[in-house]
Protein backbone atom coordinates (compact mmCIF):
# COMPACT_ATOMS: atom_id res chain seq x y z
CA UNK A 1 0.00 0.00 0.00
CA UNK A 2 1.10 4.19 -0.24
CA UNK A 3 2.79 5.38 2.33
CA UNK A 4 2.39 8.84 2.57
CA UNK A 5 4.68 10.89 5.35
CA UNK A 6 4.17 14.62 6.62
CA UNK A 7 6.83 14.79 8.89
CA UNK A 8 5.76 18.26 9.93
CA UNK A 9 2.52 17.93 11.76
CA UNK A 10 2.64 21.98 13.22
CA UNK A 11 4.76 24.64 11.30
CA UNK A 12 5.07 28.60 12.94
CA UNK A 13 6.92 31.55 10.76
CA UNK A 14 6.48 35.11 11.28
CA UNK A 15 4.71 36.66 8.00
CA UNK A 16 7.34 36.87 5.04
CA UNK A 17 9.58 34.10 6.02
CA UNK A 18 10.04 31.76 3.57
CA UNK A 19 8.45 27.46 4.92
CA UNK A 20 8.86 24.43 3.27
CA UNK A 21 6.68 21.33 3.34
CA UNK A 22 7.61 18.49 3.06
CA UNK A 23 6.31 15.14 2.28
CA UNK A 24 7.70 11.82 1.75
CA UNK A 25 5.81 9.25 0.22
CA UNK A 26 6.64 5.49 -0.49
CA UNK A 27 5.76 3.21 -3.22
CA UNK A 28 6.45 0.42 -5.66
CA UNK A 29 4.39 2.12 -8.70
CA UNK A 30 6.96 3.37 -11.48
CA UNK A 31 4.17 5.73 -12.69
CA UNK A 32 1.83 7.83 -10.09
CA UNK A 33 1.00 10.97 -9.67
CA UNK A 34 1.00 13.48 -6.76
CA UNK A 35 -1.05 16.09 -5.49
CA UNK A 36 -0.89 18.95 -2.90
CA UNK A 37 -4.17 20.63 -1.49
CA UNK A 38 -5.16 23.47 1.45
CA UNK A 39 -7.77 23.63 3.94
CA UNK A 40 -8.07 26.62 5.37
CA UNK A 41 -9.53 27.69 8.69
CA UNK A 42 -13.00 27.88 7.01
CA UNK A 43 -12.75 24.18 6.55
CA UNK A 44 -12.63 23.49 2.46
CA UNK A 45 -10.39 21.14 0.71
CA UNK A 46 -8.79 23.29 -2.12
CA UNK A 47 -6.65 21.83 -4.40
CA UNK A 48 -2.88 23.22 -5.38
CA UNK A 49 -1.09 20.97 -7.45
CA UNK A 50 -0.66 17.87 -9.45
CA UNK A 51 2.33 16.37 -10.88
CA UNK A 52 3.30 12.71 -11.99
CA UNK A 53 6.49 10.61 -11.56
CA UNK A 54 7.84 11.70 -15.31
CA UNK A 55 8.29 15.30 -15.05
CA UNK A 56 10.96 15.99 -12.26
CA UNK A 57 11.00 19.53 -12.81
CA UNK A 58 10.45 22.19 -10.69
CA UNK A 59 7.10 23.91 -10.59
CA UNK A 60 6.54 27.63 -9.51
CA UNK A 61 3.47 29.68 -9.33
CA UNK A 62 3.75 32.81 -7.88
CA UNK A 63 4.77 32.44 -4.57
CA UNK A 64 4.14 28.75 -4.34
CA UNK A 65 6.94 26.53 -5.63
CA UNK A 66 7.58 22.35 -5.71
CA UNK A 67 10.23 20.28 -5.77
CA UNK A 68 9.81 17.08 -7.14
CA UNK A 69 12.83 14.16 -6.63
CA UNK A 70 12.18 10.69 -7.31
CA UNK A 71 15.42 9.24 -6.10
CA UNK A 72 14.48 10.76 -2.87
CA UNK A 73 10.46 9.80 -3.08
CA UNK A 74 9.81 13.54 -1.91
CA UNK A 75 7.41 16.42 -3.35
CA UNK A 76 8.24 19.30 -1.10
CA UNK A 77 6.41 22.87 -1.13
CA UNK A 78 8.04 25.87 -0.50
CA UNK A 79 5.73 28.88 0.09
CA UNK A 80 8.01 32.44 -0.03
CA UNK A 81 7.13 35.26 1.60
CA UNK A 82 4.53 33.82 3.45
CA UNK A 83 1.29 35.78 4.20
CA UNK A 84 -1.48 35.34 6.58
CA UNK A 85 -3.87 34.04 4.49
CA UNK A 86 -1.35 31.17 3.72
CA UNK A 87 -2.36 30.09 7.03
CA UNK A 88 -4.07 26.55 6.87
CA UNK A 89 -3.50 22.75 6.83
CA UNK A 90 -1.40 21.44 3.65
CA UNK A 91 -2.21 17.62 2.79
CA UNK A 92 0.00 15.70 0.26
CA UNK A 93 -1.54 13.23 -1.70
CA UNK A 94 -0.86 10.80 -4.51
CA UNK A 95 -3.37 7.88 -5.51
CA UNK A 96 -1.96 4.30 -5.20
CA UNK A 97 -1.28 1.96 -8.04
CA UNK A 98 -4.35 1.54 -10.59
CA UNK A 99 -5.20 5.02 -9.83
CA UNK A 100 -7.87 3.69 -7.33
CA UNK A 101 -7.00 4.57 -3.61
CA UNK A 102 -6.24 8.08 -3.12
CA UNK A 103 -3.79 8.09 0.50
CA UNK A 104 -3.59 11.80 1.99
CA UNK A 105 -0.74 12.76 4.37
CA UNK A 106 -2.10 13.46 8.15
CA UNK A 107 -1.34 16.70 6.82
CA UNK A 108 0.55 19.78 8.07
CA UNK A 109 -0.75 22.52 9.55
CA UNK A 110 0.80 26.32 8.81
CA UNK A 111 0.42 29.36 11.10
CA UNK A 112 1.80 32.30 9.67
CA UNK A 113 2.03 35.14 12.30
CA UNK A 114 2.01 39.18 11.53
CA UNK B 1 -21.51 26.23 -11.14
CA UNK B 2 -19.62 23.17 -11.49
CA UNK B 3 -19.33 22.06 -7.21
CA UNK B 4 -19.88 19.05 -5.00
CA UNK B 5 -22.63 19.23 -2.75
CA UNK B 6 -23.37 17.14 0.27
CA UNK B 7 -26.66 17.38 2.71
CA UNK B 8 -26.84 17.82 5.53
CA UNK B 9 -23.93 19.85 6.15
CA UNK B 10 -25.23 19.48 9.88
CA UNK B 11 -26.09 16.15 11.70
CA UNK B 12 -26.63 15.40 15.33
CA UNK B 13 -28.22 11.32 15.88
CA UNK B 14 -28.01 9.01 18.10
CA UNK B 15 -26.54 5.27 18.40
CA UNK B 16 -28.26 2.72 15.76
CA UNK B 17 -30.26 5.20 13.33
CA UNK B 18 -29.75 4.51 10.39
CA UNK B 19 -28.92 7.69 8.19
CA UNK B 20 -27.68 8.78 4.76
CA UNK B 21 -25.53 11.67 3.51
CA UNK B 22 -25.91 12.31 0.21
CA UNK B 23 -23.23 13.93 -2.56
CA UNK B 24 -24.14 15.16 -5.78
CA UNK B 25 -21.88 16.69 -8.74
CA UNK B 26 -22.81 18.29 -11.73
CA UNK B 27 -19.36 17.88 -13.93
CA UNK B 28 -19.72 14.50 -15.52
CA UNK B 29 -16.96 12.81 -13.56
CA UNK B 30 -16.35 9.68 -13.14
CA UNK B 31 -14.47 8.78 -10.04
CA UNK B 32 -16.30 9.74 -6.69
CA UNK B 33 -15.14 9.19 -3.40
CA UNK B 34 -16.12 9.84 0.34
CA UNK B 35 -13.13 10.47 3.63
CA UNK B 36 -13.57 11.19 7.12
CA UNK B 37 -11.51 13.85 8.83
CA UNK B 38 -10.44 13.39 12.06
CA UNK B 39 -7.77 15.26 14.04
CA UNK B 40 -4.22 13.85 14.17
CA UNK B 41 -5.50 10.95 11.11
CA UNK B 42 -6.20 13.63 8.39
CA UNK B 43 -8.00 12.43 5.76
CA UNK B 44 -8.60 8.63 5.44
CA UNK B 45 -10.69 7.39 2.63
CA UNK B 46 -14.04 5.41 3.19
CA UNK B 47 -15.29 3.98 -0.54
CA UNK B 48 -14.67 4.95 -3.94
CA UNK B 49 -16.28 4.76 -6.99
CA UNK B 50 -14.93 4.23 -10.62
CA UNK B 51 -17.59 5.04 -12.05
CA UNK B 52 -21.82 3.69 -12.21
CA UNK B 53 -21.94 0.12 -10.14
CA UNK B 54 -18.18 0.16 -9.60
CA UNK B 55 -17.27 0.82 -5.65
CA UNK B 56 -14.49 -0.36 -3.36
CA UNK B 57 -13.37 0.09 0.06
CA UNK B 58 -10.75 2.81 0.92
CA UNK B 59 -9.03 2.36 4.06
CA UNK B 60 -11.93 2.61 6.87
CA UNK B 61 -14.81 0.76 5.06
CA UNK B 62 -16.27 -0.41 7.93
CA UNK B 63 -19.73 0.40 9.28
CA UNK B 64 -20.55 2.53 6.06
CA UNK B 65 -22.15 1.47 2.69
CA UNK B 66 -22.38 3.23 -0.72
CA UNK B 67 -23.95 2.82 -3.82
CA UNK B 68 -23.63 4.23 -7.58
CA UNK B 69 -26.61 3.90 -9.11
CA UNK B 70 -26.03 6.77 -11.05
CA UNK B 71 -23.14 9.18 -12.54
CA UNK B 72 -24.02 12.11 -10.69
CA UNK B 73 -25.34 10.80 -6.87
CA UNK B 74 -22.40 9.22 -4.19
CA UNK B 75 -24.75 8.92 -1.05
CA UNK B 76 -22.91 7.57 1.86
CA UNK B 77 -24.76 5.30 4.42
CA UNK B 78 -24.51 4.43 7.99
CA UNK B 79 -26.80 1.82 8.48
CA UNK B 80 -26.47 1.78 12.20
CA UNK B 81 -24.46 5.14 13.25
CA UNK B 82 -21.77 4.64 16.49
CA UNK B 83 -20.08 7.69 18.52
CA UNK B 84 -16.89 6.74 16.72
CA UNK B 85 -18.48 7.16 13.27
CA UNK B 86 -18.26 11.14 14.94
CA UNK B 87 -16.29 12.82 12.15
CA UNK B 88 -16.48 15.50 9.33
CA UNK B 89 -17.10 13.75 6.32
CA UNK B 90 -16.30 14.98 3.13
CA UNK B 91 -17.67 13.59 -0.50
CA UNK B 92 -14.94 14.59 -3.62
CA UNK B 93 -15.22 13.89 -7.19
CA UNK B 94 -12.57 13.91 -10.17
CA UNK B 95 -12.71 13.52 -13.67
CA UNK B 96 -10.58 10.07 -13.28
CA UNK B 97 -9.29 8.82 -10.08
CA UNK B 98 -5.62 10.27 -11.56
CA UNK B 99 -6.92 14.21 -11.47
CA UNK B 100 -7.08 16.41 -9.05
CA UNK B 101 -10.66 15.90 -7.01
CA UNK B 102 -12.87 18.44 -6.31
CA UNK B 103 -14.57 18.46 -2.54
CA UNK B 104 -17.79 19.34 -1.08
CA UNK B 105 -18.06 21.67 1.69
CA UNK B 106 -18.03 18.36 4.55
CA UNK B 107 -20.85 16.92 7.27
CA UNK B 108 -20.41 17.40 10.47
CA UNK B 109 -21.75 14.24 12.17
CA UNK B 110 -22.24 13.98 15.21
CA UNK B 111 -23.49 10.41 17.19
CA UNK B 112 -24.69 10.55 20.60
Known amino acids: AQKVTQAQTEISVVEKEDVTLDCVYETRDTTYYLFWYKQPPSGELVFLIR??????QNEISGRYSWNFQKSTSSFNFTITASQVVDSAVYFCAPPEGGYQKVTFGIGTKLQVIP | EAQVTQNPRYLITVTGKKLTVTCSQNMNHEYMSWYRQDPGLGLRQIYY???????DKGDVPEGYKVSRKEKRNFPLILESPSPNQTSLYFC???????????FGPGTRLTVL
Open chain 2, 92 to 102: ASSLHSYNEQF
Open chain 2, 49 to 55: SMNVEVT
Open chain 1, 51 to 56: RNSFDE
